[in-house]
């Protein structure tokens, strides 16, 4: 399968992206836009308007799913710095976790010591 963009309309008015990559890997966004504004990366052009929802997590792979796509893993490094929505992140990581879909995330490095919880080390 070739790689896929998602562009997912939210509630208000807003839309996260998700990419498939034909290997396996789904991509998802943390949050949407962002606020690093980090030199090699357009999602920070705009600024953060918001972080994203554990709903609204979920629905960036539900999103996937009901076009046919089963990822064999998910990454957040899509839009937005995943360790500044903390509050949502651990608990869509500890959610993959129990239900065993391996997960990774992109970071610049920012509030380690939060994601540690959660992680072994």
Partial sequence: ME?????????DGLSVEAVYYGSGTLCLSSQAGCALRCAFCASGRLGLRRNLTLAELSLQLQHAQGRGITPKRLTLSGIGEPLHNAETVIPFLAQ???????????TTGCNLLRLAEILPL
């Fill in 3 to 11: 790689n896929q963009r998602f562009l997912i309309p939210l509630d």
């Fill in 96 to 106: 993959c976790r129990e239900k065993g879909i391996p997960l990774s995330l992109t």
